[in-house]
């Protein structure tokens, strides 16, 4: 009965490749994230989402592009990745946007070799 | 640049001790002020939240917030081994999103 899921778990790739992750969340919240968190574990966020709708989008290369198809899912894509995207991306929603807690998902650890 | 700040630790506390954990923040427009705790290798979760000047009291974990001097605390009462983690601050500083600290790596001696 996971609430906020995430595939895959782990990935290892080669630098250059393209991948994408993946994110599901069972809650009926309208608001969903993506952080990507370091190898010093700063959590920072990356993008949100509210109803489809791009809310935040903080200085994050283009090769990062998010995907909303519905209000409860939210995919990344990464283009061209490169050594300095290894990290854990957790995906996270919320009921709104202003005062709402947000919920996490499991993080996909990525490591781009 | 709007900044959440806590002491990365390691902060070791004799279990059965109070731990005490600070966040000081940057913006006295902040509106809301998390806690959470994070295991390692596993996702944050929610400890508690805390909106308005003063104390929040859940079981064995209290937040104490203070907006004049820009600071957010969480204690926890009668620690347990379990309770060995890091522990996130995070601000809405009003801006449609969380800004999360650093985190305090908390450790419980048995």
């Known amino acids: 009965d996971t609430a906020v899921s995430q595939t895959p778990k782990y990935l290892v790739t080669q630098m250059g490749n393209d991948k994408s992750i993946k994110c599901e969340q069972n809650?009926?919240?309208?608001?969903m994230y993506w952080y990507k968190q370091d190898s010093k574990k700063f959590l920072k966020i990356m993008f949100s989402y509210n109803n489809k709708e791009l809310i935040i989008n903080e200085t994050v290369p283009n090769r990062f592009s998010p995907k909303s198809p519905d209000k409860a899912h939210l995919n990344l894509h990464i283009n061209s990745l490169e050594l300095g995207d290894s990290a854990v991306y957790f995906c996270?929603?919320?009921?709104?946007?202003?005062?709402?807690?947000?919920?996490f998902g499991p993080g996909t650890r990525l490591l781009v070799l | 640049q709007k900044e959440v700040e806590q002491n990365s630790g390691p902060l070791s506390v004799p279990e059965g001790a109070i731990a005490s954990l600070n966040c000081t923040y940057s913006d006295r427009g902040s509106q809301s002020f998390f806690w959470y705790r994070q295991y390692s290798g596993k996702s944050p979760e929610l400890i508690m939240f805390i909106y308005s000047n003063g104390d929040k009291e859940d079981g064995r974990f209290t937040a104490q917030l203070n907006k004049a001097s820009q600071y957010v605390s969480l204690l926890i009462r009668d620690s347990q081994p379990s309770d060995s983690a890091t522990y996130l601050c995070a601000v809405n500083f009003g801006n449609e999103k969380l800004t999360f600290g650093t985190g305090t790596r908390l450790t419980i001696i048995p």
């Open positions: 809650l009926g919240h309208d608001t």
């Open positions: 996270a929603s919320s009921r709104g946007l202003m005062r709402e807690t947000q919920y």
